[in-house]
């Protein structure tokens, strides 16, 4: 017999959204109760090891597997003679082809150096390293080309999410028309993610359905592209990711899923593969190099009559994956005449992934290095310049703007930062051997969310469960949601146990795009009301809960067409060393305009680490290829150089507020913003130090002496 316990009552509490909570999750990880995908144990697991090629493009010859076999522990070796057949014929959630990439040892083909061409199956982590390193692969090589340059012949324009070309007005006559034009070029490296977590996955087959613990920035995600690569229903798949120690957008479905469910299948056998942190480097993607040229054309006083932006990415010989690079003036500055480009540029390298500010970060660089350099021209200050060409609509859409604060987010930083005692002239503040300047640059970044699901529990002693699978890579998710929850439930947070990373829990979006807490509110939201209706009624709860359910499809499918996006206004002051070229940024200053803060203490985290990620990017991440073998040289933390402690000085964030019309959840998201124009910020104050323009990142200390003896000799 089923008895019913009636719910205890308690008045409705303060709002818990927008006041600053610790991480619900902290205790656990700073303790090492949080177990990561590489910590979860399974009775008789094995490890394996993948092996990458040595050439850039070819095709495997042979593969001598006997040897590796006869080594101690090894159990299996998986390559393109043995390995399960995969499908990579579907389409993705995105609405995409997959990168092939992912579907691992499918044929003798080597399209990159780096690529999986086998994977060594043992007892031991151990055991799998060294039969790996044992293998031996001959090849038949062939000759590759991974040189990047933006006047490449056989570049082409390639839609994606975005469309590769858009305008309107007449460019030419605008240009001619202009009292002041500005033409030049900028380029941005091939940059890398590496979260603190490398990617690791364990795959178990039991009773015909898939289970995989792994580290990923969305289990349904990663749960249907698995379903769809082994030809399994939807619900033959399961995935848990618990605790993720950072993503960035390279934490989707990678070869080791894939590696670890085919060893999986053929041992009868729980697998893990994990990635070492120098295989990362080929297999977890990376943001492509850019080559852009921005032509501004001006009246005198800094109003546009003509802005063209054109970028070039590169992308592998497999996949077409384009960073659009030139997208980020489509919303941010008006123009009579307003052309874009963004091609891409086929090459023997590993595929390119989105990476924090997908396209904006390096975009960003170019057209506020750009917009600087007019304002010095017009002889016009560099805000100023901006408020001057402030659109009223979308510039290309003509839709109205879903809230645009970004004057505001100037106006706020101007004050704080000091900005109106700034001498506009360059090369004139000098402490010792130091040179000071300061410099300024806009920020946005695309506002959206995606259709998800959500249940929420309520339970006789008065607590509440919430299932979604949401991602948490460090952002601070877990918690921004339960607040949203508790809200809704007018319930304490304390009442609130939010549960995410588990893909039968149902569909829903990636922790990606700035729109994971977004599209995971439109969810969550109206489940909760539902429940918190019911119970005002004074309704039972079963011992098994009461439990309301939501799908957002149809109250996103209601939302009016409207330019959505973040804003942001970023202020740097450096000192550079004039005798060695050397670069430090003393203070970074950043506010923000992103919608409705869940979390007060978690937001301004994100954005500073975004900012950080902008001095990185400004002053040092470059991933070098070498032309003759087709890898990188220095693939690891050692010869890849990242911002370290000593590189980041004072770096406040902050916002404005930002309500958004017609949106009745008016989150917009962090996690990108951040990053959007701080490398502009840099290399503005770096000219406003020295007079000298800086359009290659990262600004070495090398081409800052070089600059300045061109400077000087002219």
Known sequence: MTTTVPVRTQARVAGAVG???????????????????????????????????????GRIRSLDDAAVLAMPGVLAVLHHDNAPRVRTDYTSIMGTKPDPSSAAFQNDRVPHEGWPVALVVAETPEQARAGAEALVVEYEQEPHDTAFAGDRPDSYAQDDFLPATTGKGDLAAALAASSVVVDAEYTTPE???????????????????????????????????????????????????????????????????????MAARTLGRPVRVAMTRRQMFTLAGHRSPTAQRVRLGADPDGRLRALEHRSVSQTSAVYEFVEPAAAAGRVLYDA????????????????????????????????????????????????????RNEPGTGPLSGLPFAGRKLIACFEEGARRFGWADRDPRPGLRREGRWLLGTGTAASTFHAFAVPSTAAVTAWADGTFTVRIAASDIGTGARTALTLIAADALAVAPERVDVRIGDSDFGPAWVAGGSAGTSSWAWAITPAA???????????????????????????????????????????????VDTATGEVRVRRMLGVFAAGRIVNPLTARSQLIGGMTWGISMALHEEAVRDQASGGLVGADLAGYHIAANADVDRVEADWVDDPTPGDPIGIKGVGEIGIVGAAAAVANAVWHATGVRQRQLPIRPDRVLAGSQEHRSA
């Open 529 to 575: 009301e539902e429940l918190r209706e019911r119970l005002a009624l004074g309704l039972d709860i079963p011992p098994e809960g009461l439990t309301v359910r939501s799908d957002s499809a149809q109250a996103l499918g209601g939302l009016a067409p409207a330019e959505r996006h973040s804003y942001g206004a970023q202020f740097a002051e450096v000192a």
């Open 19 to 57: 006041t600053a909570h610790t991480r619900v999750e902290g205790r656990d990880k700073v303790t090492g109760a949080a177990r990561y995908a590489g910590d979860i144990p399974f009775a008789e697991l094995a490890h394996g090891s993948l092996v990458l090629s040595t050439i850039a493009r």
């Open 191 to 261: 940059e890398h993610h590496n979260p603190m977590e490398p990617h690791a996955a364990a795959a178990h087959w039991v009773e015909g359905r898939l289970d995989v613990v792994d580290s990923n920035q969305g289990a349904a995600w990663a749960a249907t592209d698995l379903a769809s690569l082994f030809s399994l229903d939807p619900g033959a798949v399961r995935v848990r990711s618990e605790h993720v120690g950072g993503g960035f957008g390279s934490k989707l479905v990678r070869v080791h899923q894939v590696a670890a469910a």
């Open 336 to 387: 009579d005449a307003h052309h874009t480009s963004i091609r891409i540029v086929r090459l023997d390298v590993p595929t390119p992934t989105s990476m924090r500010a997908p396209g904006s970060a390096p975009g960003s660089f170019a057209l506020e290095s750009a917009l600087d350099e007019l304002a010095e021209r017009c002889g016009v200050d560099p805000i100023a310049l901006r408020v």
